[in-house]
């Protein structure tokens, strides 16, 4: 097999930039899974630690007492449908069209926003309640679970409008597709999270 020579004009550093980004994008995915993996057990830990303390109610309110599966509900809904926009934005951003990519990721970033509006909420109306976290094991527990869920959202949707700057200012280049998948990864991840939130926590709290 006879060896390709670059065409006239062209250097030799030009193929081993193109190996390199290849591979750096490879590592920089990979690199990625790792740290979800990691971020994983961190919520294993905290559902465990519910699993353990959510019955602890010191004589206090039960979530049966104090959850309103009708706005948990909502909140459910607007987290899983800004997955479904991130998906569109994805989809943008494969054909290379920059404006409607900058679309659907401010209306994913608004969907996170209103989530975490609800949830602020949900703490505010609970404290009025006098069900703080000082109050009982499970309300601790309760309170460190879903904020720690929450602070993951607002560092998503810090990190998606930097995205969304640096898509505006140098376009769609290799390396911002490479974040933007990263935190395509990190979004669905904390949708999968939230669904075991609403379950574990909301659903059955409320039938205990």
């Not at 994008?25 to 559902?47: E, N, P």
């Not at 990519?101 to 949900?122: D, K, P, Q, R, S």
Request: hydrophobic share 50%; aromatic share 14%; net charge negative.
């Amino acid at each position: 097999m006879h060896e390709m020579t670059p065409p006239p004009g062209a250097t030799a550093p030009v193929f081993y930039e193109q190996e390199e980004h290849a591979h750096g994008d490879g590592g920089t995915l990979f690199g990625f899974w790792i740290y979800l993996m990691g971020d994983s057990l961190i919520f294993a830990v905290l559902f465990a630690c519910y699993g353990v303390l959510g019955r602890n109610y010191a004589a206090g309110p039960s979530g049966a007492d104090l959850f309103d599966l009708r706005l948990v509900a909502v909140n459910t809904g607007l987290l899983l449908l800004s997955s479904i926009t991130y998906g569109f934005a994805m989809l943008e951003m494969d054909k290379e069209r920059v404006r409607t990519t900058l679309i659907w990721l401010a209306v994913t970033g608004l969907l996170g926003a209103a989530f975490l509006a609800i949830e602020l909420y949900e703490f505010a109306h609970l404290i009025r309640e006098g069900a703080t976290p000082q109050r009982s094991a499970f309300l601790s527990s309760f309170f460190t679970l879903v904020g720690t869920h929450g602070l993951h959202v607002t560092f998503g949707i810090v990190w998606l409008v930097t995205l969304m700057v640096q898509v505006r200012l140098r376009g769609l280049i290799l390396e911002n597709k490479r974040r933007l998948m990263c935190l395509s990864m990190f979004w669905h991840f904390l949708d999968v999270v939230w669904i075991g939130v609403f379950t574990f926590v909301y659903l059955m709290g409320v039938m205990r």
